[in-house]
């Protein structure tokens, strides 16, 4: 499956599970891609802001993630390498539970399912375990999440996909569009622009 490249920005407003809005900026980077975003949000009577920047490669796996985020439990950062191959250091410590992910996922964030989907280009019908560096919204703690994709429908330049991932008890079917930027994630986020 090809997809066209991104929008300059993209921003997605957050529902049911959270009230909150997430913006995103892309921009080229060599033969890869800088994103810059943020998030906020209120969950359970809690706040919290997430800002990021990530590089991806070519293959849209990610390279690094430079993370800060505010609550009124105080500030945290993180800085997240990966070597491309599925090899993550946290803060400069090797993560070995990490090994053989390719991807950051955000729990703040609705863009960054759009990796494993860009980075798979699954064909209609197939689908595939895509391992995550899951980045938690409230204390950046950093856990691996798995989780699985499968292509469902591409037409009309709307994707969908079975999204799942079980440790977390959750699946529900993602649409996306042509960008392959995430239009619809049930119970969680729409995309606004």
């Given at each position: 499956?090809?997809?066209?490249d ?12 959270r ?20 998030t ?19 293959a ?15 500030h ?25 992910c ?14 494993p ?11 595939a ?19 699985t ?16 991932a079980p ?11 042509g ?15």
């Amino acid at each position: 499956m090809d997809f066209r490249d991104p929008p300059k920005t993209a921003a997605w407003q957050h529902v049911k599970t959270r009230a909150g809005f997430e913006a995103v900026y892309f921009q080229p980077a060599g033969d890869g891609l800088r994103i810059h975003g943020c998030t906020t949000a209120v969950e359970d009577g809690r706040t919290w802001i997430v800002d990021y920047e990530l590089e991806l490669d070519a293959a849209w796996a990610t390279r690094t993630a430079h993370i800060s985020g505010r609550s009124a439990d105080g500030h945290r950062e993180r800085s997240i390498v990966a070597d491309g191959a599925g090899h993550w250091q946290i803060d400069g410590r090797v993560a070995p539970d990490l090994d053989g992910c390719r991807d950051i996922d955000l729990e703040s964030s609705a863009m960054t399912n759009a990796f494993p989907v860009r980075r798979l280009r699954l064909a209609e019908g197939d689908g595939a375990q895509a391992p995550a560096a899951y980045v938690r919204a409230a204390d950046l703690a950093v856990e691996r999440l798995d989780q699985t994709y499968e292509l469902v429908s591409a037409k009309s330049g709307r994707h969908r996909y079975e999204y799942a991932a079980p440790a977390l008890d959750f699946g529900c079917r993602l649409t996306y569009d042509g960008a392959g930027l995430v239009r619809e994630y049930p119970g969680i986020a729409i995309r606004v622009t």
